[in-house]
């Protein structure tokens, strides 16, 4: 199950990226480091691709499935292109990635002399799957590892939280520690409680109003104590417009890092797919300020912009390691490529 033993033709399938390839490796749980595929593979991929499908169905409805029904046109024309870039641009993309997507659609048809809508379709695909491939984030080693969740208010960013803490539970077997930093608001924090209540994980909060840094430093305290593998920290929500805001995040950044060797270890950008472009715009501010190395895209369920995500990878390069599929604790799941385009163009 480790990534650098995988080959290129598995990676490339995102089969694996069901499995863990966030690789998460705890420094106590050594990983198999064989390329014998675990049981259970077939499943797993047919139910992200359930998931996937189900979970899109908007933005399907909403823009992508007038993509099928364009290159599901008996002749390619000039009006064809036009129409294509257009609603590409419509699902969020950005009028580079969508500028881009079209030229090499157009040599692909010329090169090949593609007449037939299945080609070009069958093309199409393969050129959005690529569009969001991605290094794997690197491993968690830490004593605790520590990982930051960040993103605005509104995102979903501590529901977020407590589900991929069930997530890593369940799929990995990793006993996590939340952290609620967000000490701005008493409602956060008894969220964040309330969360680790129903899950049975243990919560570090302080005071409203308090020091979010000693949250961080008590929390991974508390970790090593416990024996846990790692700390989730859930900081408070910020405008990436708001330079103090962003500062103070920086600053509990800076504490997880004298507190453990490395941390954080890994920080994810929470972004709400129903902003659209202005998730791109995110991105980019969070990134600068604490070093982003990955996203999760929430509210795709409920999103006609699924395209953003594909303006994110272009810009930034950043991978989107889950979705947030729905409201319930299962519908976080991790991000697989071929899934998400298959379950734009069903």
């Known amino acids: 199950m480790n990534n650098e033993t995988m080959n290129n033709e598995t990676m490339a399938n995102g089969q694996w990226g069901l499995l863990a390839e966030w690789s998460t490796v705890w420094a106590k749980r050594p990983f198999d480091h064989s390329t014998t595929r675990p049981t259970g593979i077939i499943p797993r991929v047919l139910d ?3 998931n996937f499908t189900a979970g899109l169905t908007r933005t399907r409805q909403a823009v992508f499935g007038r993509i099928a029904s364009i290159v599901g046109a008996s002749e390619i024309t000039d009006d064809t292109w036009d129409e294509l870039e257009a609603t590409l641009i419509q699902a969020d993309m950005g009028v580079a990635v969508a500028g881009e997507l079209i030229a090499r659609l157009k040599k692909h048809v010329r090169d090949e002399g593609v007449t037939q809508e299945h080609d070009l379709r069958a093309f199409l695909r393969q050129e959005l799957i690529a569009q969001l491939k991605a290094a794997p984030l690197p491993r968690l080693l830490g004593d605790p590892a520590v990982l930051l969740m960040v993103g605005v208010n509104g995102s979903g960013k501590t529901t977020t939280t ?3 803490a069930k997530l890593l539970h369940d799929r990995d077997g990793v006993t996590p520690i939340l952290a609620a930093t967000d000490t701005f608001r008493a409602a956060a924090i008894d969220q964040l409680k309330e969360w680790g209540h129903r899950l049975n994980v ?3 909060a302080g005071q409203p109003n308090g020091d979010p840094g000693a949250v961080v430093y008590d929390a991974i305290a508390a970790a090593r104590a416990r024996r846990a593998d790692l700390v ?6 910020r405008l990436h417009t708001k330079f103090n805001l962003m500062e103070e995040l920086k600053k509990v950044r800076g504490v997880a890092a004298k507190a453990s060797a490395g941390a954080p270890h890994a920080v994810l950008l929470v972004l709400d797919s129903t902003t659209g472009q202005n998730g791109l715009a995110q991105a980019k501010a969070f990134t600068e300020a604490v070093g982003v ?3 999760v895209l929430t509210k795709l369920d409920g999103s006609a912009k699924g395209g953003v995500a594909f303006a994110i990878h272009r ?8 979705a947030g599929l729905g409201e319930k604790l299962d519908d976080l799941v ?6 998400f385009v298959d379950g734009l163009l069903e």
């Not at 989730?232 to 929500?237: E, K, L, M």
């Not at 991790?334 to 899934?339: L, R, V």
Request: net charge negative; no cysteine; proline share 9%.
């Open 162 to 164: 407590a589900k991929l």
């Open 202 to 204: 243990e919560v570090i």
């Open 48 to 50: 992200s691709l359930k």
């Open 293 to 295: 190395t990955g996203l």
């Open 232 to 237: 989730i920290v859930d900081t408070a929500g």
């Open 315 to 322: 810009d930034l390069g950043l991978p989107i390691v889950y």
């Open 334 to 339: 991790p991000f697989d490529p071929e899934a």
